[in-house]
């Protein structure tokens, strides 16, 4: 298990610089630069301010400069924000990101797993059909449309939640944002879980556990949830991914502080430290979350761990 | 996504919305409310540095005008009134300054002297600082060359003879100085903190500020959270006890409004205009602003350079009523010059702006033949502007003019701000979109886009009659003749058609009905500490 993992941190480390080098150089590639500005500048001035984040400097001596620095843990000053490192603004950004994403699956994970194994206990009814159909509405619906339906509703027909902001800890601010964000996620883990369940429940053991005279949520807890969680599995690699870039867009919408809205206004701005530094930080993420669900897959499985 | 599908939908669920009770309900009562509390919405994108040498954005200027103030401020007429300096004299020639503090304090309880002016000014012209806005002190004495790492610091035309005077040396007469001085590079700053926590010190728990408030949370591309300053000379007329600033788009920021989260909103979308005002009424604040939105043309490469009369033919053929009624709402004027419109500046309007239509277009159609085109041999133009949903609709607009008066085949084409600058700088452009929000309320901040050499002249634009009137009027004392001289030079910008105006800007804001205290200005600055709210506000 050990060599398995330090196999794939290891393994790691060159997609990390593939990642690193790939959003170097399409930054450098755009055109305009982060001091760009419709006010025109002293030469001097925008010498010393070239100087002053070695963008006078050959492009490879740039490129050398950031690799190294990286290797310290150091994405370096922010051009966007004066005197402010990239680590500061991550440290500031990624909490919040953090408290929507875990509950936003969170939310996911409790209504779309309950949804499902409901539905996957009666298929055909109309306990099957309805969430199924939500579902597919669900999946269907992008973020930036049930975002602000859910403010129209929530904030400004009902004055019940804010309509955005952040203050850290209080959960009125984290509802909405974490909502808009777990719907499609609950759509899909309720289709995953009723689709693993069916086939669970149609095993032989189950058959036997039924034969005993179990009652339905016996079978379906102790005996048909745990190879229901495989398929589950799988997905919440990429759906850790998912949540943490799509805040983005929700990010934008509620107008969050997190690090999501600082790569957008990053881009624009050409801040190529905090676009490079949120890449590779998310880049880093992917792969410690696809990570951890092979080491849940190891856990769940005796085989896969037998294989590792 | 893209932030124009968020607003789109936004726009959708609004439409769909009644105001809440609260959103468009007249002020009751005239009683201040218990909790002086305002929420403030900014531009989102903004707000890159409160350090006044630094900062160059608007959203971080409101800030800093709530956090410090010059030798002036602005009063809440919106025009220059004491601050720091409570009286002022000049010399005859108007090249040298004198000002007299007040006893104000800085937020530590230190007295604000006239070293700490002296300190700062240094500081924003010193090339080390790297600061955007070095070359907004050029006015005063040798500004430039300590900006150019010719001369040092030392050099710089302010001085401090004692403690309470502040004697300011000017390279030429500047009639826009008081003004100048309530902008953010001319705060004092407080040395001792600096020193003690170098770049740092404009966080909470370090920065030493002058103003009506103190900083207390800052959280980057968030919230600013301002309280009360006790230490302020004037804290006892200032009736907020805080001021929250959030930075938003302008989609959210309609929202939050209807929502009952903001009271004073930085601006909102042009195409709703005519909806808000049904449903929020005299809520729906606009004013002239400071602005103009300008077609810039290329007069070094073709088919423009050495082509009047093909500039002539554009700009005639494009109907700036309509394009004003019909594409944004009635907010904004007419422009036939660049210069918005100023007190005491007579604006060299065009005669021909006097013309009735048809007759205007007859005469495009001349220029246009003039200029060797006609239907067999149009135009063919691409129209550059920055991603915008509103700049879109200007430009499609004035497409679609040139198209039916003259026939032009002008393709608009929106690209990335950066790209576009980068593009505009290096003159590869025909056409582009050249609106310029002036720094201070005087034609000069206009004019000089179109001196020669100017490195914001991207449409390279040189006159030498141009230059020597601009010249003339930047040593003349007299503030009339000036002006006059100014209006000239103008009048020669139009004749040579060096850019193709449209419309001035106006401000654009939701401002709750409780929320008392504040003017409309041209130069959209709102200080939180002449606001204050009634008591029927609903947070």
């Not at chain 2, 726009?11 to 009751?28: E, I, V």
């Not at chain 2, 004027?333 to 277009?361: D, K």
């Not at chain 2, 133009?381 to 700049?391: A, C, G, I, Q």
């Amino acid at each position: 298990m050990l060599r398995f993992l330090l196999q794939r941190l290891l393994t790691a480390i060159p997609t990390l610089l593939v990642i690193a080098t790939l959003a170097f150089v399409l930054l450098h590639l755009a055109p305009g630069g982060p001091f760009d500005s419709d006010k025109v500048l002293v030469p001097q001035i925008q010498h010393a301010i070239e100087s002053r984040y070695h963008l006078d400097e050959p492009l490879w001596r740039q490129y050398l400069r950031y690799l190294g620095e990286l290797a310290r843990g150091d994405f370096g000053p922010s051009f966007q924000y004066r005197n402010t490192s990239v680590n500061e603004l991550i440290a500031q950004g990624l909490p919040v990101d953090a408290a929507i994403g875990s509950a936003a699956l969170l939310l996911a994970l409790l209504l779309g797993g309950a949804t499902g194994l409901v539905a996957a206990t009666r298929p055909g009814s109309w306990r099957d059909q309805l969430p199924m159909g939500l579902a597919v509405l669900g999946i269907s619906i992008p973020v930036f449309v049930t975002a602000p339906l859910l403010i129209l509703v929530f904030a400004m027909r009902l004055h019940w939640l804010p309509s955005g902001d952040w203050v850290a800890g209080s959960w009125r601010h984290l509802l909405l944002p974490a909502l808009a964000l777990a719907l499609p996620y609950t759509a899909y883990i309720a289709r995953i879980v009723r689709a693993a369940a069916i086939e669970a429940l149609g095993q032989p053991y189950i058959r036997t556990a039924r034969a005993k005279g179990l009652p339905t949520h016996v079978i379906v807890l102790r005996h048909a949830l745990r190879p229901t969680l495989m398929p589950l599995v799988s997905f919440l690699g990429p759906a850790l991914a998912g949540v943490l870039t799509g805040s983005i867009v929700v990010e934008q919408v509620f107008g969050l502080p997190g690090i999501g809205r600082l790569f957008v206004t990053g881009a624009l701005n050409r801040d190529y430290t905090v676009v490079t530094g949120v890449t590779v930080l998310y880049g880093a993420l992917i792969i410690g979350f696809n990570l951890l669900v092979d080491l849940c897959y190891a856990w769940l499985d005796p085989r896969v761990r037998a294989r590792t | 996504m893209s932030a124009s599908a968020a607003s789109a939908i936004t726009l959708l669920a609004l439409a769909a919305c009644t105001p809440g009770h609260d959103a468009a309900a007249p002020a009751a009562g005239g009683a201040p409310a218990a909790a002086q509390v305002l929420r403030r919405a900014v531009d989102a994108g903004g707000m890159r540095s409160i350090d006044p040498s630094i900062s160059t954005d608007v959203p971080a200027a409101h800030v800093l005008d709530d956090l410090f103030e010059g030798l002036t401020r602005l009063g809440q007429d919106g025009e220059p009134a004491p601050g720091v300096a409570e009286r002022w004299e000049t010399s005859a020639d108007g090249r040298v300054w004198t000002f007299h503090l007040r006893a104000a304090r800085w937020s530590n309880g230190a007295a604000v002297q006239a070293g700490d002016f002296v300190y700062a000014w240094r500081r924003t012209v010193d090339p080390r600082t790297a600061s955007d806005y070095a070359e907004a002190l050029a006015p005063v004495r040798n500004a430039l060359a300590i900006a150019e790492g010719r001369m040092d610091v030392t050099a710089l035309g302010i001085s401090a003879p004692d403690e309470r005077t502040v004697r300011i040396e000017l390279t030429a007469p500047t009639p826009f100085l008081l003004s100048l001085l309530t902008k953010s590079y001319a705060y004092p700053q407080y040395e001792p903190a600096l020193r003690a926590h170098g770049d740092d010190w404009v966080r909470p728990e370090f920065m030493v500020n002058n103003g009506a408030f103190r900083l207390l949370e800052y959280v980057i591309g968030g919230r600013v959270t301002l309280v009360k300053n006790d230490d302020y000379w004037d804290a006892a007329h200032v009736r907020l006890q805080r001021v929250v600033y959030l930075p938003l788009d302008r989609a959210a920021q309609t929202e939050r409004f209807f929502a009952g989260d903001l009271d004073f909103t930085e601006s909102f979308s042009a195409e709703q205009t005519a909806w808000l005002r049904s449903r929020l009424g005299a809520q729906v604040v606009s004013a002239p602003y400071l602005g103009n939105f300008v077609l810039g043309v290329n007069v070094t490469r073709p088919p423009f350079a050495g082509n009047r009369a093909l500039r002539m033919a554009l700009t005639l053929a494009v109907d700036r009523e309509t394009l004003v009624r019909y594409v944004r709402q009635g907010l904004y004027q007419p422009a036939w010059t660049p210069t918005p419109p100023l007190p005491g500046y007579r604006s060299p309007v065009p005669a021909w702006a006097a013309l009735p239509e048809a007759a205007r277009h007859a005469l495009a159609r001349r220029y246009y033949a003039r200029a060797g085109y006609n239907a067999q041999h149009p135009l063919h133009v691409e129209l550059r502007y920055p991603t915008d949903s509103d700049n879109r609709r200007t430009y499609e607009a004035v497409a679609a003019m040139w198209r039916t008066n003259l026939g032009v085949v002008a393709e608009p084409y929106n690209e990335e701000f950066r790209v576009q600058l980068n593009e505009r700088h290096l003159k590869q452009l025909a056409l582009f979109h050249y609106a310029w929000i002036g720094d201070y309320p005087d034609p000069l901040t206009f004019l000089q886009l179109f001196q020669t050499g100017f490195g914001y002249n991207d449409g390279g634009y040189s006159n030498p009659r141009y230059d020597a009137l601009l010249a003339a009027a930047g040593s003349e004392a007299d503030a009339t003749r000036r002006l006059a001289e100014l209006s000239q030079a103008e009048a020669i910008l139009n004749e040579d058609v060096a850019c193709i105006p449209l419309y001035y800007y106006a401000t654009r804001h939701l401002i709750r009905s409780y929320v008392r205290g504040w003017t409309s200005n041209i130069q959209d600055r709102n200080l939180s500490q002449y606001m204050y709210l009634l008591r029927s506000q609903a947070h």
